[in-house]
């Protein structure tokens, strides 16, 4: 059975499900679930003792489907497998959804469809405003920290990693329903600090801002920078600065006014750059989500107190340490994670250590979820061990780090200029941006493209294609930053998808008046036309599995299939000439029009636009 468009259905919980607006939404059954139902039914039937066994339903090249279940279940049962899954075939119910179902080799089901389902189910997708992906049932609280370049300091590839899965991720899971809490874990403490203010109060002008300053983002890096390089030099060279600093770095963490107006105004400097760099990256950095470092200054001491007082930290050598097992150095010395160094100073494992405690205790978080580069990877795993023999994490809450690898440059080396210097974020994307604009134009003149749009169009394709290079690859892998490829129209880009969105829109433009898209249910559809329905069709299940894995490669891969799929379709069957006649037209125009929002929906998530027309 296929659910009807407008059909009104009820969630799990047995209410019904609104939407925001108050209409009811259609939380779609996919055919995948329909047919997992139907077989496990039969199954059961079958075999009284597989009752709850798992029919191991996949995608098939055979047919749509194919049931692989029965062969252990016959295994188990001791009965031929061909036989029971010919006793599987009589149970299954006779209606709409199923069109065919063979056995075939030792005692697969390969099963078919109907056409009428699938248009049927897309119809019940298209009604709704959220293409039918359910909310969770019971959405949890996820604090997701990523996006966390440090101040005073220019953001470099790894920031660039971060805030691209960070905020991908975010957009999912908040599709889904969890309720994300985004936080920007900032560098903004630590004893730098005292030597720039230092050297602020000595040379007061030093971040005075130049009147009507063109690039305000740049300029105020580029402020920072001096000032940075500058106090650096004198702290090298003046062991009385040195002194002076160091005194200021325990004002600063005492909290003394004078002081922390003037970190403040770092703080405030390095905010301009990031905005502008975010900006670039059209991704949102809310002021009340960055919580840096400093955030958690007040909690440090009672969070090494604490740490002291369950004897999971001990003294060692001057340094509150904690210790494990499994954790050794080169020399098969235990390496401790240090929480207060031998100078008084907290490092690092103390902020981190003190927002898990905010997180859980404050935020009542039951997921934390850390994007960060891989090389963290052991600081983590201490922190979070630390943490749980400290009651911080209970069993109920997970903390995943979630490592991202390293951004080759064509060499294969971690990517760095002709001069050997670490890459600046911003000449990338411009880059991006520069070379997407030239591909956009050459097809933009040919079909009409005013200068502005070529511009809007080029910073989306290039801005696109940055991200889309960085979501395509699975988390934990390096990849090599190669923008020709980036930006290439075939392939697995976002350019390719893009256009492909675009397609979509320039065949509504050509319609004539009366040409609507509408489902028919009651036409035979083509093989083109079959297949892109059933992959528009797990949408639902693509984004359900990225919240659940936290992998958004999946979701890139399952779009790049979706334009690959309508691409086919497009070649394979005219639309607006069908030769079915209006029917036909009407319902090819509904899969464009599905395909089309299906494409921007899955890209916005990934924080990727999609320009009207390419
Ligand atoms: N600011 C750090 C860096 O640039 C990343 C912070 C990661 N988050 C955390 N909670 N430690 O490497």
Known sequence: MYVAAGTTRVGESGRPITSSNGSFMASVASLSA??????????AAAVPSATGADPLLRRSDRADFQANGVLGLAKKAKANPRELAGAVVTALPADELIAEVEVSGPGFLNITVSDAAIVGTLAARAADDRLGVPLKDAPGTTVVDYAQPNVAKEMHVGHLRSSVIG?????????????????????????????????????????????????????????????????????????????????RVVDLQAG?????????????????YFDSVYR???????????????????????????????????????????????????????????????????????????????????????????????????????VFETARRAGWLTDDVTARHLPF????????????????????????LDEAVQRATAVVR???????????????????VGIGAVKYADLSTSLGKDYVFDLDRMVSLNGDTSVYIQYAYARTRSIFRKAAEGQRPAAHPELALEPSERAL??????????????????????????????????????????????????????????????????????????????????
């Open 405 to 428: 690898g390293t951004l080759l440059g064509k060499d294969g080396k971690p990517f760095k200029t002709r001069a050997g210097e670490s890459v600046k974020l911003e000449d990338l």
């Open 442 to 460: 050459e097809k933009g003149e040919k079909i009409g493209l005013t200068e502005d749009e070529i511009r809007t169009n080029g910073e989306q």
């Open 34 to 43: 329909s047919l997992q139902q139907r077989v496990s039914a039969a199954l």
């Open 167 to 247: 905020d991908a991720l975010c957009k999912v899971l908040e599709f889904g329903g969890e309720q994300v809490v985004r936080r920007h874990h900032i560098g903004d403490w630590g004893t730098q600090f005292g030597m720039l203010v230092q050297y602020l109060i000595e040379h007061p002008h030093e971040l005075d801002h130049a009147a009507d300053e063109k690039d305000a983002g740049e300029a105020s890096m580029s402020r920072l920078d001096r000032l940075y390089k500058a106090s650096g030099a004198l702290f090298k060279s003046d062991e009385a600065f040195k002194e002076r600093a160091r005194r």
């Open 256 to 272: 003394d006014p004078e002081t922390l107006a003037l970190w403040q105004r770092f703080v405030d400097e390095s905010k301009i």
């Open 280 to 382: 670039k990256l059209d991704i949102e950095i809310r002021d009340e989500d960055i919580v840096g470092e400093s955030g958690y200054n007040d909690m440090l001491a009672e969070t090494c107190d604490l740490l002291e007082k369950s004897g999971v930290a001990v003294w060692s050598n001057g340094a509150l340490c904690v210790f494990f097992d499994d954790v050794k150095g080169k020399d098969g010395e235990p390496v401790p994670l240090i929480v207060r160094k031998t100078d008084g100073g907290y490092g690092y494992a103390a902020t981190d250590l003190s927002a898990i405690r905010n997180r859980t205790g404050e935020l009542h978080a039951d997921t934390l979820l850390y994007v960060v580069d891989v090389r963290q990877t052991l600081h983590f795993r201490m």
């Open 533 to 614: 329905g059933l992959h528009l069709d797990a949408f639902a299940e693509t984004l359900a599995e990225v919240a659940e894995v936290y992998e958004p490669h999946r979701l890139a891969s399952y779009l790049f299939q979706l334009a690959s799929l309508f691409t086919t379709f497009y070649e394979q069957c005219p639309v607006l000439t069908a030769e079915g006649g209006p029917a036909q037209v009407e319902n090819r125009l509904f899969l464009c029009e599905l395909t089309a929002r299906t494409l921007r929906q899955g890209l916005s998530l990934l924080g990727i636009r999609t320009p009207e027309r390419l």
